[in-house]
């Protein structure tokens, strides 16, 4: 006989095909969703395209360079974004007491809540930053060997990953702040636009957080720099791209870490 038992993830399955099905139910506000979205987008290019076209070079990248950085420090960051960006409303969920009921079910806290909703609107500024790498990789001579097409998919999916992990550690800071969204936002959101900048133009000190703490160079300006051949500053080596997953792991080491104390210290929404 066939096992007719409902697969483990059909939980997960059945709550974001809901969080779809409530978004399209009203197609003119979810348009308006998606045309917001769209114009974010093109706002963050705006602002880069601006400086670049100001400047011949800054930080050893010409505007070519600029495509390719900021193709892919968004596309990431904006993957990242509709996956799990909604972990940033657990505060929401803590005052209102709708996280207790999380733990009444047999899953996995964290994966209840990366799992429990989708922005589809986020698929538009997916398409912003896919369309903007797409142009980086056409507008720059790149010598696509085997180990480069290697490099180019790792820092993507180490990239999502990064970006992910700085969403979910944000979210376990967010059980001893309550109300301290303004705080994490600087280094989730901030974080994304310091990927968008040539690192090398940060000072010394800058320099080691985007590459140690909060690693977010790995996602966008070391990856750019060795798919173009270039060397890099004294700090950041363009070799230094091919430790993207070892940044990751870090991340999501330190992300695992905080939430699993920030469900410790948890009490209960008190309602």
Avoid at 55 to 83: C, R
Avoid at 206 to 213: G, Q, T
Wanted: aromatic share 12%; net charge positive.
């Amino acid at each position: 006989m066939a096992d007719t038992r409902p697969s483990a993830l059909a939980p997960y399955r059945a709550v974001l095909a809901s969080r779809i099905r409530a978004q399209r139910a009203y197609p003119l506000s979810f348009a308006t969703e998606v045309l917001s979205a769209f114009l974010i987008g093109l706002v963050e290019f705006a602002e880069m395209w601006v400086i670049f076209t100001n400047v011949p070079q800054l930080g050893g990248l010409t505007l070519n360079g600029m495509l390719l950085l900021f193709g892919l420090s968004n596309t990431s960051f904006t993957i990242a974004d509709m996956l799990v960006g909604h972990a940033d409303t657990l505060p929401t969920y803590i005052r209102m007491g709708r996280l207790d009921a999380f733990y009444l079910r047999p899953q996995p806290l964290l994966l209840q809540l990366m799992t429990s909703d989708i922005a589809l609107r986020r698929v538009a500024r997916i398409a912003v930053a896919v369309t903007v790498l797409g142009f980086g990789l056409a507008r720059n001579d790149i010598d696509w060997t085997p180990a480069h097409i290697a490099l180019f998919t790792i820092t993507l999916i180490a990239g999502v990953a990064i970006f992910a992990g700085l969403f979910i550690c944000a979210a376990g800071v967010q059980f001893f702040l309550i109300d301290g969204a303004e705080l994490t936002n600087a280094f989730t959101y901030g974080g994304s636009y310091a990927s968008m900048q040539p690192t090398s133009v940060f000072p010394t000190s800058m320099k080691l957080v985007f590459a140690l703490l909060i690693p977010v160079a790995f996602t966008s300006y070391l990856p750019t720099i060795a798919l173009l051949g270039l060397p890099g500053p004294a700090l950041l080596p363009s070799w230094l791209a091919w430790a993207a997953p070892v940044a990751a792991l870090w991340v999501w080491a330190a992300a695992l870490w905080v939430w699993r104390q920030g469900t410790r210290h948890y009490q209960g929404g008190g309602g």
